[in-house]
């Protein structure tokens, strides 16, 4: 008899699709200084979508027109679901006070530039705004497995692939979002806070095989 765990995971899927980022500071101990996350959602419950969460001042709980701090998306719905229930939870969004008071703006074109291998590009424009998130000096390619106890959801089980960028920058318009890539800490290793996150997947529960 084949005892073996089935490969195929039995939980609700909650979303699958690309999730890179940018986080910034200046200095590695300090405090975020500028915080963007662009999304490219191939399922959910709320269907398809893309954009971009942006927090120009990560420490200040206003939205537009006195802040930059924002998200563009062509799927409000879909936006909102991955604000609330995964993007809230990330480490550098949880303690940002900027987060709860974001504007949702509808996003105009939603486009990519470059090459994964050396430098690639995110370009979302809604009607006020661009937004180009920009990775550099790119690293090889690494597959993560994280068990739910050790993400963010403490509900998920997580699969991506992961580019680190040694050198990155997002622009508001043209203006440079302030601060510089550091290190994060990240299942247990340091890792660049500028990373492309590809085919990524959430997955609600604990997959079979794995211990509780």
Same mark, same amino acid.
């Given at each position: 008899?084949?005892? =073996?765990? $089935? ?5 609700? /899927?909650?979303?699958? &699709? #690309?999730?890179?980022?940018? @986080? ?76 709860? =008071?974001? $504007? ?5 074109? /939603?486009?990519?530039? &470059? #090459?994964?291998?050396?430098? @690639? ?92």
């Amino acid at each position: 008899m084949n005892n =073996a765990p $089935s490969p195929i995971h039995p939980g609700r /899927v909650d979303w699958t &699709g #690309d999730n890179p980022g940018i @986080y910034l500071k200046d200095e590695q101990d300090g405090p975020w200084t500028g915080l963007a996350t662009f999304f490219r959602i191939a399922y959910s419950p709320y269907g398809m979508g893309s954009g971009v969460l942006l927090l120009d001042q990560p420490d200040v709980a206003q939205g537009l027109p006195a802040v930059r701090n924002f998200c563009i998306s062509d799927n409000e719905t879909l936006a909102r679901f991955l604000v609330d229930k995964f993007f809230s939870k990330f480490a550098s969004f949880r303690v940002s006070s900027g987060l709860g =008071a974001i $504007s949702y703006l509808q996003a105009t074109e /939603v486009s990519r530039a &470059g #090459d994964t291998r050396s430098r @690639y590009q995110e370009i979302v424009k809604s009607n006020e705004f661009e937004v180009v998130m920009t990775w550099e000096s790119l690293g090889a390619p690494y597959a993560v497995d994280m068990p739910v106890e050790s993400g963010p959801t403490k509900e998920h089980q997580m699969y991506s692939l992961f580019l680190d960028a040694q050198d990155a920058q997002v622009t508001v318009n043209g203006r440079r979002l302030r601060g510089k890539v550091v290190e994060r800490d990240f299942a247990g290793t340091r890792k660049s806070t500028a990373f492309l996150a590809f085919s990524e997947t959430w997955m609600q529960g604990q997959a079979p095989g794995r211990p509780l």
